[in-house]
């Protein structure tokens, strides 16, 4: 571990809506989450943990506080700043995919390299792909292709930056158990090879006690952040 946490948050407040409207989404949270280890948030529907990730994305900027990420603080950066250091440093994988329609598998995952002007986007793209175990599905488009399918296509994406950083929110709400725990398995794997910084968003306990830690956020405040599975195997063995 290094000294300076991948993502460190310092009395982040966020409000959202207008007028009566307005919902105080965050309350002053502070978090730090060092390199290299895999956190999940959990929390009941409207706590804020969701909110709680785009801010760490860079998706959504905090009313006040610090948010500081893969070694930048965020708060001054503009959209566009804000857009490529997303694209440097930031993994995002959806519950719902987000896949472009009328790509191929292999289009959509090389279009953060070519908004990045790689030229390699295209080979570096299905490299990815065949490490997801699907090189047989290249010219494959969304509409073709299985949900799980779908959402390896979206990890290949998240990864083919080399991220620091892997966010992910409910990356398995739309996959039935047996689909759903190959992307589990294979975000964790990737995590442990490439050493990425991984949070992910999850309503599954047991799927948020499998990472180093497991924070609980309610009505937008941290109130717990306890050791998860990992972490608790370590200790015994120590």
Same mark, same amino acid.
């Given at each position: ?13 966020? %409000? ?7 919902? +105080?989404?965050?309350? !002053? ?12 948030? =959990? ?21 006040? !506080? ?27 994988? /959806? &519950?719902? /995919? ?5 790509? %191929? ?10 908004? @990045?002007?790689?030229?390699?986007? /295209? ?12 090189? +047989? ?6 509409? &073709? ?44 794997? =990737? ?10 968003? %999850?309503?599954?306990?047991?799927? @948020? ?15 717990? @952040? ?6 608790? &195997? ?5």
């Amino acid at each position: 571990m290094t000294d300076t946490p991948a993502i460190s948050l310092k009395k982040v407040h966020l %409000t959202l809506g207008e007028g009566a409207g307005r919902v +105080h989404i965050l309350k !002053g949270i502070d978090l730090d989450i060092e390199k290299g280890t895999s956190v999940g948030l =959990v929390g009941p529907s409207g706590s804020g943990k969701s909110t709680l990730l785009m801010v760490m994305a860079g998706l959504e900027r905090a009313d006040e !506080g610090n948010v500081s990420v893969a070694g930048s603080e965020l708060g001054p950066l503009s959209e566009d700043q804000l857009a490529r250091f997303r694209g440097r440093n930031v993994g995002i994988i /959806f &519950q719902s /995919f987000h896949l472009v329609p009328n790509m %191929t598998a292999l289009e959509n995952v090389a279009v953060p390299l070519e908004l @990045a002007g790689d030229p390699s986007a /295209f080979d570096k793209a299905k490299a990815e792909l065949e490490a997801v175990g699907l090189g +047989h599905r290249l010219q494959h488009y969304p509409a &073709q292709l299985s949900g799980g399918e779908q959402q390896r296509v979206a990890v290949a994406r998240a990864l083919v930056v080399e991220p620091e950083i892997l966010i992910a929110d409910e990356p398995t709400g739309n996959l039935d158990d047996s689909t759903g725990t190959q992307i589990v398995e294979l975000m964790f794997n =990737v995590q442990r090879e490439r050493k990425t910084t991984l949070v992910l968003v %999850t309503h599954d306990p047991g799927l @948020a006690e499998r990472c180093d830690r497991m924070i609980r956020v309610r009505s937008g405040e941290i109130e717990e @952040a306890q050791l998860g599975e990992t972490d608790l &195997q370590k200790e015994v063995s120590a």
